[in-house]
């Protein structure tokens, strides 16, 4: 007696379940020239898989409260058992998050992604990212060190530049005048609730907008037109594609094993890339240390704040620029995705990350 | 043919017993840290000694406190007479009280009864409550 065959045809007899595998696997055809930049979204997916992990593992010790938080990360750290791994684990890999987002990101434009009928995909796309700085900045008092505690302080302070309600806001984002227990307690249910249910459903829309929407045709190599699109709704078929199951799950596999290895060396011989002397400390309100930085994600947006006169004008530009970004399928409607035959595009393209590249490492030197 | 395709059955599932012994490896090098992180520590509190002032234990009367993670309680029957005990009754579990009119403990789980001395005076516990260590100094006291 087969007893894992006898369970399949059981399901099967009754949510018609090998139908819905092959459909989305074996039966789902894929462009052939689908490239290592198509897994960036499943290495993402993966790595927030383990942040989830990891971040239920250390819930199990860590403490929210102001005077026994650092503490209770310093015992993770020395005294738990493999404490350290899944300390470091969380840690480096919300940074890897980002990079492979932005990665993401920077391969949805080169290639012309977002475009319609992919609207949706990029603006909930767009959100994810910007949710996933949100993790990181609320993820980042919760230790509850020096460090936390002044970039906490530093990146709620800019919000008090916005004319009118600034000052409300500020103190309605720490719950209180100053950062103190009750920034802890509101960026502690952020962190560990809200946020992560707000991510789930937003992955779900955007893998539901992927699924519908089909994958789109890498725009490269002789056989490539523009797609011309009528006004219903059309999911993008390649009937001479590859299936998705094994061509496109093995190249994910890899891609995401090559992550997880990047993850583990920079845990094990690195970590320190991303824990700086500053975290080492405990919080004290009343000792500002020397060079309080952001991390390196938001570097670009605290140098603008201090390129520009006014504080004002500072987020105003970060506001527009990035309003520009997430609102891109709507403003750049032309049909072409070739980036070659693009040639504004892609002027804007790179001197924008060169932009975004050198604001962060002035912001880190300056 | 009928040999060719015996060959890439068997070919299959050598590849599929390897693939699953590497999963079952990678499995238990990850399971094992996560078991770790999640079991109790080892000796976690054991040794650790605590120092309670003479003062807070009146004549008579009883002292609980926390002993290496769990419950424990002083008594001073007599005057400069010091007992140190779990205060955890050895039938279920419960936290035993201290009946000061009769000068016993009782549980107020299943009416189990201690002596001031942790002996079983009446209902189900099984055996005694545990004894611990104890050294009278000038003004305190250290259990453990």
Redesign the interface.
Known sequence: MNLPKLAVDWLDNRLGIKDLIHQNLGGYLLPRNVNIWYTMGSVVLALLGLQFLTGI?LL?YYVPDTEKAFSSVTAIMN?????W??RYLHVVGSNLIIIFMLLHMMSVLFMGSYKRPRELTWVSGFTLLNLGMVFCLTGYLLPWSQLSFWATTVATDAAGAIPFVGEFLVSFLRGGPSVGAATLGRFFALHVMVLPLGLMGLVGFHLFCVRRAGISQPPFGEDYTPRTLGGNFTHEHHPNGVPFHPNYTIKDLAITFFALAVLVAISFYAPWLFIPPDALVPADPFVTPEHIKPEWYFLWAYQTLKIFPSKLLGLAAQGAAMTFIALLPFIDRGPERRPFKRPLFLTCYLLGTLLFVGLSIWGHYS | MSEISETNQQRRTFLGILLGGVVAVLGAVFAWPVFRFLAPREGAGEGDQVRVPKKEIQVGGAHFFSFQGRPAVLLQPRAGDYVALSAVCTHLGCIVKWVNDKGEFLCPCHGGRFSAAGQVLGGPPPKPLETYSLKIEDTDLLVG
């Open positions: 593992l199990v005294e738990v058992p493999y404490g791994l899944f």
